[in-house]
């Protein structure tokens, strides 16, 4: 009986360690068949993952990639550990070869579009947006590579240009905003304004500027 007790004990600990791997709460995306998850190794690399401590992760992936060539897994975490050392080029063909195994890999597709991020491509980035919406519509992937990518389209516009764009229509007289929101076209000129202390004063012909403006209309 209590030899029982004690490999119940062990499966027990063996299934909370593989369930915490799977469902991890860092950043890191763990899916691992049943086979890999049971690997002492990959538990190791996880943990290690979830450490921070990529580069021991790293030499631990790169022997389980022998012993797994065809896991997904493996490749989708070995160019995640790249990335976060800052070795991008050697983290895309990880990543690509990820995807050839397990093209709808949640965590290979968040891992390269964020790849793509960071170097600046986010066109590309985008793609892989749409592929895990496809896979798994508004996901945990699908939502932190959205953040990122509007995280970085805010970084592309100066504040200072934002800014400008919002002023330029409060800087002119009303009478000259109205057909700024009316679509004039932009390549016709504007008759001139009457030299009056207001630009919104009446013409001579008793019409104001906005009367005779609205003939380009």
Not at 94 to 119: C, I, M, Q, S, W
Not at 155 to 176: D, E
Not at 207 to 217: E, K, L, N, V, Y
Request: proline fraction near 8%; glycine fraction near 6%.
């Amino acid at each position: 009986m209590p030899h029982t007790l004690s490999v119940c004990r062990a499966v027990a600990l063996a299934l909370a360690i593989a369930g915490a791997a799977w469902s991890s709460p860092s950043t890191a995306v763990f899916k691992a068949t049943p086979t890999l998850a049971a690997d002492p190794d990959y538990r190791r690399a996880t943990a290690m993952i979830e450490a921070e401590s990529f580069e021991a992760a790293l030499r631990l992936l790169r022997g389980l990639a022998d012993v797994y060539p065809d896991e997904a897994e493996v490749m989708s975490l070995t160019g995640f550990a790249l990335r976060k050392l800052g070795r991008t080029e050697e983290a895309f063909p990880a990543y690509f070869r990820a995807l050839e195994l397990d093209p709808e890999h949640l965590g290979a597709n968040e891992y390269l579009g964020e790849l793509y991020v960071t170097v600046g491509n986010l066109d590309r980035a985008r793609d892989q947006l749409a592929v895990l919406e496809r896979v798994c519509g508004r996901c945990e992937e699908f939502r932190e590579l959205e953040a990122a990518i509007a995280a970085a389209d805010e970084k592309a516009v100066p504040p200072s240009a934002a800014m400008t764009r919002g002023r330029i229509g409060a800087r002119l007289p009303r009478c000259l905003r109205f057909h700024r929101r009316s679509g004039a076209p932009r390549h016709r000129q504007w008759p001139s304004p009457p030299a009056a202390p207001s630009p919104c004063s009446a013409s001579p012909q008793g019409r104001s500027p906005s009367a005779a403006r609205r003939r380009w209309r």
